[in-house]
């Protein structure tokens, strides 16, 4: 068995005990997934996932490591192969045999780029932890200065796309996704889908401990984060492959994070409610004095059905939107794993 596996096996043990999981307190965890890595006592891990990133690879590993060198500091690389089927695993192998600060850890499907994180989150053994995208993106060349940031005493430090290279259609998608996850949860953020970020440990292993079966990790560890910072940066057009996200595909990212952090488009739909019952409490009683002043009404039938329709519609949306937080609660009650580890090169 992997030492990821065992700690996974190990992790529920860590739940219960009150008093031991607060942010800050991670000296206190002797015997859980991040044990091994305080005696270790590494400064930096660099958390990359990838899917079908072939193309990219070598030079991105070239980069970063030419870059955490020159800050002279202790660090790891760990790269999460998400079910690759490109060739992305062997040359992982590779880089792995060359280079022993470059861990890989490989899953025997894809899971998804958050599974692919938290997971490198679960082996990660730095006092620092950052995350990049595989793609080459996100310059590796502007780490040093999130690094900066955080060791202003922040807690996690998120870039933000300046001169973002995008479709227009992601652009003005990330425009209202970051207003909407700004206010769910409670802290301002130009760039929640930036995934070039730092964080401390402790908010990690917070992160860690919550065992959401889907999960939007800039999202999740801005609910731990006493401080938070954002600083600009680069941002490249891919140059190989493409992006792993259709529009289906972040639309249902988008909504999970919506009803994953809220129940704000519920209760949205509850004051709609109330709204509209009092519309037509006060169009009842102008239609009883009209009854009385003009007489009966007659015409008005069309009208009534646009009405109607519209209720109707809304009462559908209160309905999908319930079944959305039941199928949530589903997904939860199931416990299953978030992702299955095919195998660990440490
Ligand atoms: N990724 C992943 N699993 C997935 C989708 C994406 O590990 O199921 C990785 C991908 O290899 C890349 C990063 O997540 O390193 C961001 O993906 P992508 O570049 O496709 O997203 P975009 O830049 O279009 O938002
Ligand atoms: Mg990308």
Redesign the pocket.
């Known amino acids: 068995m992997s030492t990821v596996q065992k700690r996974a096996v190990q992790e529920p043990m860590l739940e219960p005990v009150e008093g031991r999981i607060g942010v800050g307190e991670a000296g206190a965890l002797s015997e859980g997934a991040f044990a091994g890595a305080r005696r270790e006592g590494l400064e930096l891990s660099v958390v990359?996932?990838?899917?079908?990133?072939a193309p990219a690879l070598h030079k991105l590993h070239e980069r970063l490591s030419a870059t955490l060198q020159s800050l002279g500091r202790s660090y790891e690389i760990i790269y999460?192969d998400?079910g690759s089927g490109d060739g992305t695993n062997g040359l992982l192998r590779e880089i792995h045999r060359r280079d022993p600060k470059a861990k890989v850890i490989a899953f025997n499907r894809?899971?998804?780029?958050h599974a692919?994180v938290l997971a490198g989150f679960e082996t990660a053994r730095g006092e620092v932890i950052i995350t990049l995208?595989?793609?080459l993106?996100n310059p590796p060349e502007e780490i040093p200065r999130l690094l900066e940031k955080i060791e202003e005493g922040h807690d996690v430090v998120g870039g933000w796309r300046k001169g973002r290279e995008?479709t227009l259609f992601?652009r003005i998608c990330s425009l209202m996704i970051n207003r909407v996850t700004s206010l769910i949860v409670g802290v301002r953020m130009r760039d929640y889908?930036c995934?070039l970020r730092a964080y401390r440990r402790p908010v990690i292993e917070q992160v860690c401990r919550s065992q959401e079966a889907s999960s939007f990790i800039p999202a999740l560890a801005n609910c731990f984060a006493g401080s938070v910072a954002e600083i600009p940066v680069a941002h490249s057009a891919?140059k190989s492959?493409?992006?792993?996200?259709t529009p289906f595909r972040l639309l249902r990212l988008n909504f999970d994070l919506l009803t994953g952090f809220s129940l704000l488009p519920i209760q949205v739909v509850g004051l709609a409610g109330v709204f509209i019952a009092f519309l037509g409490l006060a169009f009842a009683l102008f239609l009883a004095i009209r009854r009385l002043l003009v007489g009966p009404e007659v015409e008005g039938v069309f009208t009534l059905f646009a009405i109607l329709f519209f209720f109707v519609g809304l009462q559908i949306l209160a309905l999908g939107l319930i079944g959305e937080y039941i199928g949530r609660i589903y997904m939860e009650v199931r416990r299953r794993p978030r992702y299955v580890i095919k195998e660990v090169l440490d």
């Open positions: 990359v996932p990838v899917y079908n990133e999460v998400d894809n899971y998804g780029q692919a995208d595989g793609d993106q995008d992601r889908g995934m891919r492959g493409r992006s792993k996200y």
